[in-house]
């Protein structure tokens, strides 16, 4: 039973994959109304562990290379999952993130295991609560002097053990609070870290390498244009008035 069930599981990461591929090809992020990818890092949480524990839960008989689906998981840092939804005049602002929602597993009342990036991705990656993995504070005071918690060396994490399992792990990274120095690139066969860099950079970088790599991949896309200084185009301007 478990294993049918993870099977059944790993058929829907597939097609979600596939039309997460598809929705991110498409989709031009420099405007508002189609804006910057998928769901927010709390949502993300639900789907990371669907995804982890449809690759790693089946028998060794259905772990061959040829049969691991590809894992694509997308992160909008700080965008409110209630704004997915929204209309203006009539008009969906996010048409094709809703149309993607509806062809998805969705999980309306994911709750973020912390109010800020860097302890929730801990969570997301190796899906321990934040007292746990101990990812607390960006800087704090440690005997005589300040330090930042950086993801532990010990923990497992989602790219470490799918890399583990013959994945090619990429991660495309705008966050300054999940750098390589603060440990996230571990597991990482790549990882490209660009302090705020506008989505569009980042979604050509990861089209760029994911269309010139072999299967299976697991490939963590961070999008961080929310929270960062917003200048919208004459396009977006006349569309939200």
Not at 52 to 78: E, H, M, Y
Not at 86 to 100: C, N, S, V, Y
Not at 158 to 176: S, V
Not at 177 to 194: H, V, W
Request: charged residues 20%.
């Amino acid at each position: 039973m478990h294993n049918s069930y993870n099977r059944e599981i790993g058929r829907r990461v597939v097609t979600s994959w596939r039309h997460t591929a598809n929705f991110l090809s498409k989709t031009q992020f420099d405007s508002v109304p189609v804006m910057r990818a998928v769901v927010r890092a709390a949502q993300s949480l639900s789907l990371v562990l669907l995804l982890f524990g449809s690759a790693s839960c089946n028998s060794s008989s259905d772990n061959r290379i040829d049969k691991q689906p590809n894992v694509l998981l997308v992160v909008v840092d700080t965008l409110r999952a209630d704004a997915a939804n929204k209309q203006r005049d009539g008009i969906a602002i996010m048409p094709r993130l809703t149309e993607f929602a509806a062809e998805s597993i969705y999980y309306p009342n994911a709750v973020s295991p912390c109010s800020w990036t860097r302890p929730a991705i801990a969570s997301v990656m190796t899906s321990l609560d934040v007292d746990v993995h101990g990812v607390y504070f960006i800087v704090r005071r440690a005997e005589r002097a300040w330090t930042t918690d950086v993801l532990p060396q010990s923990l497992d994490t989602a790219a470490t053990l799918l890399q583990q399992r013959g994945y090619r792990t990429m991660g495309f990274q705008a966050n300054g609070n999940l750098s390589a120095e603060t440990g996230f690139a571990r597991g990482f066969t790549s990882y490209r870290f660009s302090l705020d860099a506008p989505a569009n950079e980042i979604t050509d970088a990861a089209i760029k390498e994911l269309a010139s790599t072999e299967l299976p991949f697991f490939a963590y896309v961070h999008y961080n244009d929310p929270p960062a200084p917003y200048a919208p185009t004459e396009r977006v301007r006349d569309a939200f008035g």
